[in-house]
């Protein structure tokens, strides 16, 4: 006759195993290690977000009234810190940083923020939000200010796409997807200031959109154009040149309603710089590019990043 003790073991034994099975098989069914199980537990794996966001409205009316800071933080409280958002029932298919250039604009970047959140959650995408700055001794330079946004978007998060998008155009239509096809992107096709016409085909500037592939291949923006204006037709060179074509949604999708503001001094040089460029075949860019860091906020809607340069050696393309 088998002993009391060793009947339990006999019982407790098949139930420990069959316990063990299903443990482990609830493990490898949500794809993370055993000790993460025990410590924290598995999330269900979400599945990918669909092609089509169903949460787009098409048209959508742009909110131009200055909000309160507190009151856009209330409006969006499913925001992580920097301005990230992740959809919380799928897996997005585009990782997206949007580096905004910036210099003295609150009131622009208010509005901005207030509108382009809820766009880009609509978008279902897994984005981040950086307001980049130059120290104010030092002329705006709008090209520099996207090139320390696409490395310092780097080493936060693992993007794929990289909208620059400057603080004073507002999306008028949810359908204008903010991510990057084959070729490189220019979004802002048709603003209201311009009477909803593109001024020009070889135009990059406003918003446009570029893979990490595309930054590298073609080495980022020139670092030399201080002051207003020939960053974007010298980008444009920089696409030609590495056989890159610009690729556009059609105007009446594709649409932005520019605040008002007082016009920039124009650089006097742009001309004579992007001939220059295209004769050196665009050497300057990212690889030239040294910068140091001076301030660095992580709020709610952004993370903040202001930088310091040496002018004059940018001017000279020597980084």
Known sequence: MVPIRFRNVYILLPVFVLTQLVLFGAIFSRKCSYLSWLWNGCEEEKPLCPLISPHLKGTVEVETYVPAWQTIENNYPMLQNGGRYQPPDCTARYRVALIIPFRDRDIHLKILLNNIHGFLMRQQLDYGIFLIDLE?????????LLNVGFLEANKVHDYQCYVFHDVDLIP???HNMYSCPEQPRHIS????????????????????????????????????????????????????????????????????????????????QRFALIKSEKKHNHQDGLSTLKYNVTKRVTKRLYTYIRVSVDQKQLALGHG
């Open 189 to 268: 096709v048709a603003i209201d200031k311009m009477n909803y016409r593109l001024p020009y085909t070889q135009i990059f500037g406003g918003v446009s959109a570029m893979t990490r592939e595309q930054m590298l291949a073609v080495n980022g923006y020139s670092n030399r154009f201080f002051g207003w204006g020939g960053e974007d037709d010298d980008m444009y060179n920089r696409l030609k040149y590495h056989n890159l074509t610009i690729s556009r949604y059609t105007g009446d999708v594709a649409r932005y309603k520019m605040l008002s503001h007082r016009r920039d001094d124009g650089n006097p």
């Open 172 to 174: 008028e239509n949810d």
């Open 136 to 144: 104010e001794t030092i002329p705006f330079n709008r090209a520099l």
